[in-house]
């Protein structure tokens, strides 16, 4: 009898977390149906309901191209600097003990915290007219807002925390004591971040940037404070899309916004292809 | 000397994990750094090394100051207590990194990476990752990487620690032919006594930072200096009161023992006594089989003592035996010697 009762038990049990599994997996499924998949379908029916010639107007529009330029020019080299910075900073935060390291950790994580467009107006109240490093600046004839090398500063801070939040975890994983061993046998630094650090924190770097990449190039509020909006000059292509969207001018807004949302897939797939090699150097 | 530390002082915080610590080392010896865990062995030996800079205090290698000279540049083998093997290499780029650091020619690395892994035995694994091999052959890797170099010290951080215990009693003898056949200064670290009397020619005990004791393995076992090792050492057991046993009455108040198994004998009561008046009169408590041997529990005048027999001498739980005790370590806070009975002595003295 009282086995019976336990099977029944079991059975509810059972059947109670299957439940549970069924309803969870619903939730994500409608959550990311009605947030994601539905806005993206939207973006392109939208760009393309005045027919593939208003679409391909749009996007060989003269701005629209200087725009792409731009965000590619943005993002390459906000890229490149941010590995460079995240590999010493997630560098120096593993491998050494020193004071403070809590604070620089910290420190690291602020563009996360802070609105960009606060990022945006800081840069502004800095190297603007107002700022303090103007007549410095104006002194040698450099010009960062309202011009390029504030879009890309603008970026650059965004963006600064994702490569080194991806190594500092792997590389505290690893220790120190491949290091010290390569050391110890007389090599240079460069040599031991070649041959040891970097063949194991290769995907990573590889992932973080990927995810430096995807942020950088829809960042949005630091570089509209910063950029004036000058089209053809200073304008990215999520500022674009914004200028082409409050003039009413919706087909060539989702026509742009288009562009976005397909290098955003490519990434998407770059992302998983890493993803997935790493996985399978683990198991190798 | 060929190693020597000088006045080492060494602190991690409010940790002072080396206090004055001085000693020497001859070549061609193999030493064992024996104590506890956070005994500062293990620091000790990351200094000589150059991972860790002493606070104050001199270090020499081959009569040569080298608190300023990096690790790299003082010569060097290091085996790093899990290997730390290269794990993106191969067993060959692993063992040719030291040699390929210093630009050796390609058939030089080739001939000497080839000879190493023959010598630790594991050819035709060259291209293997180390995670494709066993714990004792990555440790064998390990002591072919640190080789390599032709270093003119090799030191090994717990080099035995991470394999399990059957392979771990056959590597120890590995190691200790293949120092001996290469002929290096070496210095170990461990915190198994067992294994630092048997690989060492020299066993250096540490507590607390300081240095105890440093002598041959028997040295050390049969007079130990200060009460730290007496208790250590061996499979110890210390008496509060042992002025109540026969022939120790001469020990002084505040003075405690220790007593080790092999300084106990027990006779069943109807043999001949060779020491009648030493003996004392002990119930068994206790009797366990420990494969090649008993553990036996004897209490004697209300003292709890531990002792072995072999197995052929079968006793009972609560059977009377004769139980005889030739000596003990006597210790106070400062000192520790060794105490024969004198019960024994004194028949001894009659027979002569």
């Given at each position: 009898m009282s086995q019976t009762n336990k099977a029944i038990q079991?059975?509810?049990?059972?059947?109670?977390?299957k439940g549970v599994k069924v309803l969870l997996i619903s939730l994500g499924v409608i959550f990311i149906f009605i947030m994601l998949v539905i806005p993206m379908i939207a973006v392109i029916t939208y760009a393309f309901q005045d027919g593939l010639k208003a679409y391909q107007e749009a996007i060989f529009d003269?701005?629209?191209?200087?725009?792409?330029?731009?965000t590619l020019l943005a993002t390459v080299t906000a890229v490149a600097i941010n590995t460079v910075f995240g590999l010493f900073a997630a560098w120096t935060i593993t491998k050494f003990k020193f004071r403070g390291k809590q604070l620089l950790t910290t420190l690291i994580d602020i563009p996360f915290a802070i609105s960009p467009v606060i990022a945006g107006l800081v840069l502004v109240l800095t190297f603007g007219k107002i700022g303090w490093a103007y007549d410095f600046l104006n002194a040698y004839d450099i010009k960062i807002v309202f011009a390029v090398p504030g879009i890309i500063?603008?970026?650059?801070?965004?963006?600064?925390?994702?490569?080194s939040r991806e190594l500092i975890p792997v590389l505290s994983a690893q220790g120190t004591d491949e290091e010290e061993a390569a050391a110890l046998m007389g090599a240079g630094g460069f040599n031991i971040f070649r041959k040891v650090t970097l063949p194991h924190i290769k995907w990573a770097l590889l992932y973080g940037i990927v995810l430096c990449t995807a942020r950088a190039m829809g960042e949005f509020g630091a570089v509209s404070v910063i950029s004036g909006h000058l089209r053809g000059k200073t304008n990215t292509l999520p500022l674009h899309v914004e200028i082409l969207y409050n003039d009413f001018q919706l087909t060539s807004a989702f026509a742009v916004a288009s562009i976005l949302v397909i290098l955003a897939v490519i990434i998407l797939i770059l992302r998983n292809l890493i993803e997935y090699k790493a996985k399978k150097a683990g198991e190798k | 000397m060929y190693v020597?530390?000088?006045n080492i002082d060494k602190s991690f915080g409010s940790f002072q994990a080396s206090n004055d610590v001085n000693f020497g080392i001859e070549q061609g010896k193999l030493i064992g750094l024996l104590g506890p865990s956070g005994s500062g062995k293990t620091t000790i030996l990351r200094m000589i090394a150059g991972l860790e800079t002493p606070d104050s205090g001199d270090i020499y290698i081959n009569g040569?100051?080298?608190n300023d000279i990096p690790a790299g540049k003082r010569g060097i083998g290091f085996v790093f207590q899990n290997y730390a093997l290269f794990r993106y290499m191969s067993v060959f780029d692993n063992i040719a990194y030291g040699l390929e650091v210093q630009k050796k020619s390609k058939e030089e690395i080739k001939d000497r990476v080839s000879e190493l892994i023959k010598l630790i035995g594991l050819e035709g694994m060259e291209k293997r990752k180390p995670n494709q091999l066993s714990g004792g052959q990555r440790q064998r890797v390990a002591f072919a990487r640190a080789?390599?170099?032709n270093p003119q010290l090799l030191l090994l951080d717990e080099p035995f620690a991470a394999i399990d215990a059957k392979v771990r009693q056959e590597l120890r003898s590995w190691l200790k032919d293949m120092i001996y056949k290469i002929g290096v200064t070496s210095i170990f670290v461990t915190h198994d006594q067992d294994e630092a009397i048997e690989v060492a020619d020299e066993i250096i005990i540490t507590n607390h930072g300081r240095v105890e004791q440093k002598g041959s393995p028997l040295e050390i076992y049969k007079h130990?200096?200060?009460p730290f090792v007496a208790q250590f050492i061996g499979q110890s057991t210390i008496l509060e009161d042992c002025t109540r046993l026969n022939g120790f009455a001469e020990v002084k108040p505040g003075?405690?023992?220790v007593i080790r198994p092999e300084f106990i004998n027990i006779t069943r009561k109807d043999e001949v006594q060779k020491y009648i008046s030493a003996v004392e009169e002990g119930t068994i408590e206790a009797i366990a089989y420990r494969g090649s041997y008993f553990e036996i529990k004897v209490r004697v005048k209300g003292i709890l003592l531990t002792t072995t027999a072999v197995l052929e001498d079968v006793y009972e739980i609560g059977e009377k035996v004769g139980v005889l005790i030739y000596r003990l370590y006597i210790f106070d806070e400062d000192n520790a010697y060794l105490l024969e009975n004198k019960a024994m002595v004194d028949i001894n003295s009659v027979f002569i």
């Open positions: 079991q059975k509810s049990t059972n059947s109670n977390a003269p701005y629209t191209i200087k725009a792409l330029q731009l500063l603008a970026t650059v801070f965004v963006t600064f925390p994702f490569i | 020597e530390l000088k040569v100051r080298v080789l390599a170099p130990p200096e200060t003075e405690k023992a």
